[in-house]
Nanobody, 115 residues
Framework: QVQVVESGGGLVQAGGSLTLSCAVSGITFSGAAIGWYRQAPGKQREFVARVGSIGYANIADSVKGRFTIFRDNAKKTGYLQMNSLKPEDTAAYYC?????????WGQGTQVTVSS
């Protein structure tokens, strides 16, 4: 059974940076797609970024140019590098892992950006 654990969230001032990590176990990591989603209070969960098993990445327009998604297959970990953070980036960030027969979510990590 897949296990997904996010880390790296915190409080940062606007313009600052954070890197979120998504540690995965229980599946063949190299064959999985890693996605990041976020959910702000009172809003629906929204797509942020995704990197496929061969490294092709998709980034939401709202964060394009500021956020980068990448993966380290040796460490079985996905990352979301967030630069130039804005108050509107404040949300709980969730990692999603997809592979044949698997769709796993982490518990989320909170990112708060102060103005």
């Amino acid at each position: 059974q897949v296990q997904v654990v996010e880390s790296g969230g915190g409080l940062v001032q606007a313009g600052g940076s954070l890197t979120l990590s998504c540690a995965v176990s229980g599946i063949t990591f190299s064959g999985a797609a890693i996605g990041w989603y976020r959910q702000a209070p009172g809003k629906q969960r929204e797509f942020v970024a995704r990197v496929g098993s061969i490294g092709y990445a998709n980034i939401a327009d709202s964060v394009k140019g500021r956020f980068t998604i990448f993966r380290d297959n040796a460490k079985k970990t996905g990352y979301l590098q967030m630069n130039s953070l804005k108050p509107e980036d404040t949300a709980a960030y969730y990692c999603n892992v997809q592979a044949p027969g698997t769709n796993g979510w982490g518990q989320g990590t909170q990112v708060t950006v102060s103005s």
